[in-house]
């Protein structure tokens, strides 16, 4: 997984399933599987709570979240919850991931960003906080209907500055980004004082991210794979991973579910995932993937299925925009 290799999670508590960690750049460990906590649309609060509680109960202990998603306050509250019943014993054994909205892609508006997922996330940091798009758009926008007049332009430099400071405050204990391409990562690398961590990514075995992957594995910043299951046509995305023949017969050899091979091909590649499914059952069977292996041969056929990128970030382009084609909003990696 890295120049330092996987360690083990101290034993879990109940009868929870071992989580491997990595370590980033920031020299912080992280767990190499995350739980997901966006929906469309949301569960009530309550609800949502009791999901996260118990995913701490089957073994997850990195939570992904977002300004965006509406889920901070109930990840925190599963924390706390978690913490008052002796589920786990400290604040330190729950990985907390969030991000900044595209709402706040601004130096002056990063930092006020951050304290105000803290404030619903009931906590005095975040293990990790990622610059979610590398966009901007206007505060009246409404981010699911964008239109032209809603785009600002996104300073690559002066966000990311933003961003160091909060690492620096102590309030990120490591910083990093989502959904850059390679090009805009060796931008943000020439004025960076502190390196990105993680780059979160669209990753699965329909798209493979093989030349990101390389690049990032020569700078020492880990991937993370957003999407390990090709969202399975729910809104966008495909069923070109849940419904690959090939996965299907490696999966019926192997008597490990189709999901369960998906997401250990991404983890035998070097990157960690975030998984979602609010079901109990699929929880405690995707998190099973640490104690078997892909052969060679299992890999090579896995790396020969067709690709495609699943949300390719159309609503995000405009004729008059920063981004004036799919093309230039991935800067051809796509």
């Known amino acids: ?63 992904d979240t977002a300004a965006s998603y509406g889920t901070e306050e109930c990840v925190g509250r599963a924390v706390a919850a978690a913490l008052d019943s002796g589920l786990i014993k400290s604040r330190n054994e729950v990985f907390v991931t969030s991000k900044l909205s595209i709402y706040d892609t601004h130096h002056d508006l990063v930092l006020p960003a951050l304290k105000e997922t803290l404030r619903k996330l009931g906590l005095e940091y975040v293990d990790l906080y ?48 989502s959904n850059y391409s390679c090009l805009k990562l060796g931008k943000l690398l020439e004025n960076a004082t502190i390196p990105p961590a993680v780059n979160q990514v669209e990753m699965n075995v329909a798209w493979q991210q093989q030349k990101l992957l390389q690049f990032c594995r020569e700078k020492n910043i880990l991937v993370s794979a957003w999407s390990p299951l090709g969202a399975n046509g729910a809104v966008w995305g495909s069923h070109q991973v849940m419904q690959s023949p090939v996965l299907k017969d490696i999966a019926a050899a192997k008597d490990k579910s189709v999901a369960q091979v998906a997401l250990r091909w991404i983890y035998e590649q070097g990157a960690i995932l975030i998984v979602k499914s609010f079901n109990k059952e699929r929880m405690k069977e995707n998190i099973q993937i640490f104690d078997w292996k892909l052969t060679y041969e299992e890999d090579t056929q896995m790396r020969q299925i067709p690709q495609a990128k699943g949300f390719r970030g159309e609503p995000f382009v405009f004729p008059k925009g920063q981004y004036k084609s799919v093309e230039e909003l991935w800067d051809g990696e796509i």
């Not at 990595?22 to 609800?47: C, D, K, R, Y």
């Not at 990311?160 to 909060?166: D, R, T």
Request: charged letters at 15%; one cysteine or more.
């Open 130 to 177: 990622l610059v979610h798009w590398p966009i901007r758009i206007k505060k009246s926008a409404n981010q699911f209907k964008l239109s032209e007049d809603d785009m600002l332009h996104f300073d690559i430099k002066e966000t990311w500055k933003a961003m160091e400071e909060c690492c620096q405050l102590g309030l990120a204990k490591s910083i990093g980004v």
């Open 1 to 63: 997984m890295s120049s330092v290799g996987v360690v083990t999670s101290q034993p879990p508590t109940m009868a929870t399933t071992k989580v491997t960690h990595v370590m980033l750049n920031s020299g912080q460990m992280i767990p190499t599987i995350g739980f997901g906590t966006s929906a469309l649309p949301l569960p009530p609060p309550e609800q949502l709570t009791s999901i996260f509680i118990e995913a701490i109960e089957v073994g997850y202990r990195h939570f």
